[in-house]
């Protein structure tokens, strides 16, 4: 498969940056901030992105999807983050929905996955229970009682996990914490007895929620893979979800971009526009070599999830794509506030916007210095 969008592809992206232009724009992100929404996304303007068939599009017809692959979520996604779209099109589809299509059952799939692409359910992931990304580092654990389990313990950074109707918990089975061996993955309600849910407010106006289990029943059916297996579900779900969040941080980055490169046009300092001050030219021209290294990584990286590459390759160019990229989004969203200079750390501009999803989307499923060290393990170092 050639690393280039084909057609429809390019038509997909078109639309999409159109939609997002027009009716997910960042003053909507603003305007939810201001308003405190309680769902912190538009409803209306998820039932829009729906009927676009955007939650349909990874999984295969035969479950409700439109078979359209990795590549035509992520140019999707990658509009999105342009506008900073604020959805439950990561936690539900990139993350929930590859987890129960990599790991469910045929009666989990053809229940689950019809639905998430109707629009009609959510689902969050609850996994890290630490201040940085740790998928085996668990102490939540999940007893056998009678014909199902009973969990217990605490979850951090759950994204989507105040409106999520359904969460998928990690928790473990046997073993110590750090152990691969010895992980579950559970579906549970999230509104069922013993789930506390606490919504925390991001600083870049991301949904995310802390959650407590306690005493919490679920039946043998709401398990995802085998016991004591979840990691070999985990492990590639959470592979394709760091592309996803590439993508959409692939967006963020060009848009943080190309609005310096306008106000660099337009900011005059001594009678002529700034962007003509040499030194302001090299750390654009840096900038614009950085970002064409991630768009290679990312188009790279949901190409192989198309052609189904095996899970080391995969694995190694999600590390290495979420490394690269994060390193790019920090530069650049850095760069686009100094370039403003003093405005730029107001609200009234909203670069500011770019720099704070930086550092959240920098944390989500590991950040640089974590897909670093597991690049060069993967490798063999």
């Known amino acids: 498969m050639p690393m280039i969008l084909n ?86 589809v990139w993350v929930g929905g590859t987890i129960v299509d990599i790991g469910g059952t045929d009666a989990q799939k053809a229940d689950l996955l019809p639905q998430v692409a109707a629009g009609s359910l959510l689902l969050a992931l609850a996994l890290e229970e630490g201040h940085r990304h740790a998928p085996y580092n668990l102490a939540t654990s999940a007893e056998a009682s009678g014909d199902g389990y009973t969990l217990n313990g605490k979850k951090t950074f759950v994204l989507d996990g105040h409106v999520a109707d359904k969460l998928i918990v990690a928790a473990r089975t046997s073993g110590a914490a750090g152990d691969r061996d010895g992980i579950s993955l559970f579906l549970v309600d999230r509104g069922q007895d013993g789930v506390t849910v606490t919504r925390t407010k991001m600083a870049d106006s991301r949904n995310a929620a802390n959650i407590d289990l306690s005493g919490v029943s679920v039946g043998a059916d709401a398990l995802i893979g085998a016991v004591d297996s979840g990691a070999d579900v985990l492990d590639p779900a959470l592979d394709i979800a760091r592309i996803g969040i590439a993508a959409e941080m692939l967006g963020s980055l060009q848009e943080c971009f190309e609005r310096t490169v306008e106000y660099l046009k337009e900011r005059k300092q001594f009678g002529v526009p700034i962007g003509s001050f040499q030194a302001l030219k090299h750390r654009a021209a840096n900038m614009f070599c950085e970002i064409e290294l991630s768009k290679s990584c990312v188009l790279e990286s949901l190409t192989a999830l198309d052609e189904g590459r095996d899970a080391e390759e995969v694995a190694k160019l999600a590390s290495l794509t979420k490394a690269k990229v994060g390193e790019t989004f920090n530069l650049v969203s850095r760069e686009g506030i100094q370039m403003h200079g003093g405005i730029g750390m107001t609200d009234e501009f909203d670069i500011g916007f770019f720099i704070k999803r930086a550092a959240v989307t920098e944390q989500t499923f590991g950040d640089v210095n974590y897909h670093r060290n597991r690049y060069g393990e993967l490798e063999g170092y």
Not at 9 to 18: G, I, R, V
Not at 36 to 54: A, I, K, P
């Open 7 to 92: 057609e429809e592809q390019t038509m997909l992206k078109d639309s999409a940056k159109d939609f997002c232009t027009n009716s997910a724009p960042i003053a909507q992100l603003r305007k939810l901030r201001d308003d405190d929404n309680e769902d912190g996304f538009d409803r209306d303007t998820w039932n829009s992105m729906v009927e676009l068939g955007w939650a349909a599009i990874p999984w295969g017809e035969d479950h409700g999807g439109l078979a359209f692959g990795y590549k035509g979520l992520g140019v999707v996604t990658e509009e999105t983050g342009r506008t900073l779209a604020a959805s439950p099109l990561y936690a539900s």
